[in-house]
Antibody, heavy 114, light 112 residues
């Protein structure tokens, strides 16, 4: 089955860290760039970060640059998002998505609160 | 960053009637490769976004032909020919020509 499954979300204090994972199946993972997109509660969609198929090229939204790191392990068909120095405004449902836009996971919820 | 402006913010539609959503970008979405990277998504309540339209007017596999995308350059439209209960949700346009991808604020479609 073609799917993306995110994990790693949870409750974290401001200033803390989390690492999100996104496991892919059903397609040749290394052939596709991937992205993380987030949605704060009751809000719209915000692209967070993207990475090329090889992992050589990465992109970040200004709002997370210097705090978040995207990476991938093509041998494990897995995409990651390391999130450091978390802030309340990072609270959101985090989706991973295939760069061809047609495949999204169900999301993993990150809550930053003391 | 490219700003995507969607109107209206909400629509209340009688079943069987048409609906139209406008999306304007602050820069042209026409790439040098000849493609225009404008997408439409529907996010049904409690679900992930689902791709409806890619490159302005191409319906994604399985999307019914009541959904039609059109436009060029900076002005785009999504039309639903006959709105049904299953079409309720938030509709987003998105540009994919430049990083960061940016989305419109969304249009909430509900049934009268």
């Amino acid at each position: 089955e073609v799917q993306l499954v995110e994990s790693g979300g949870g409750l974290v204090q401001p200033g803390g860290s989390l690492r999100l994972s996104c496991v892919s199946s059903g397609f040749i993972f290394t052939n596709f760039a991937m992205s993380w997109v987030r949605q704060a509660p009751g809000k719209g969609l915000e692209w967070v970060s993207g990475i090329s198929g090889s992992g050589d090229t990465t992109y970040y939204a200004d709002s997370v640059k210097g705090r978040f790191t995207i990476s991938r392990d093509n041998s494990k068909n897995t995409l990651y998002l390391q999130m450091n120095s978390l802030r309340a405004e990072d609270t959101a449902l985090y989706y991973c998505a295939k760069d061809t836009k047609e495949l999204w996971g169900r999301g993993t919820l990150v809550t930053v609160s003391s | 960053d490219i700003v995507m402006t969607q109107t209206p913010l909400s629509l209340s539609v009688t079943p069987g009637q048409p609906a139209s959503i406008s999306c304007k970008s602050s820069q042209s979405l026409l790439h040098s490769d000849g493609e225009t990277y404008l997408y439409w998504f529907l996010q049904k309540p409690g679900q992930s976004p689902q791709l409806l339209i890619h490159e302005v007017s191409s319906r994604f596999s399985g999307v019914p032909d009541k959904f039609t995308g059109s436009g060029s350059g900076t002005d785009f439209t999504l039309k639903i020919s006959r709105v049904e209960a299953e079409d309720v949700g938030l509709y987003y346009c998105m540009q994919g020509i430049h990083v960061p991808w940016t989305f419109g604020h969304g249009t909430k479609v509900e049934i009268k």
